[in-house]
């Protein structure tokens, strides 16, 4: 999966409290090469309606995404344990808690922020 692909969901998905439906959102993406003073440059972007589907990422991609939306330190968890996109879906809150061996407040915002709604958009997309 190209670089682009897995980081078009970063601002679709990155830190959304207080969102019930995260398809209500504007899809933008990243341009980790244009980077200035720190700031990463964003465009509006939509593919098919939606972002690329993450039961299609690698385990770097996983790692990827999660360094990528501030979560540096935690995403080697997801490496250490092989999480691939696939196995992303299927996680629940219990194994994100603690199987990951995360501390408590990073790995709630993993799950509440991300995870959960990577599966509840992945549902809608595979079922239409």
Known sequence: M??????RLLSFYARVPDVKDPSDLPMLSIDMDNKENGSLHTENL??????????????????NYFR??????QANAFQEQ???GKSLL????????TGLSLKLGPALKIYEYHVKPLQTQHLKNSSL
């Open 2 to 7: 190209k670089k682009r692909a897995w980081v």
């Open 46 to 63: 939509v593919e098919n309606g939606r972002p690329p589907d993450p039961a299609d990422w690698a385990v770097t991609d996983v790692v």
């Open 68 to 73: 990528t939306v501030g979560f540096e330190e």
């Open 82 to 84: 092989e999480i691939d």
């Open 90 to 97: 299927l996680m629940t809150r219990n194994d994100v808690l």
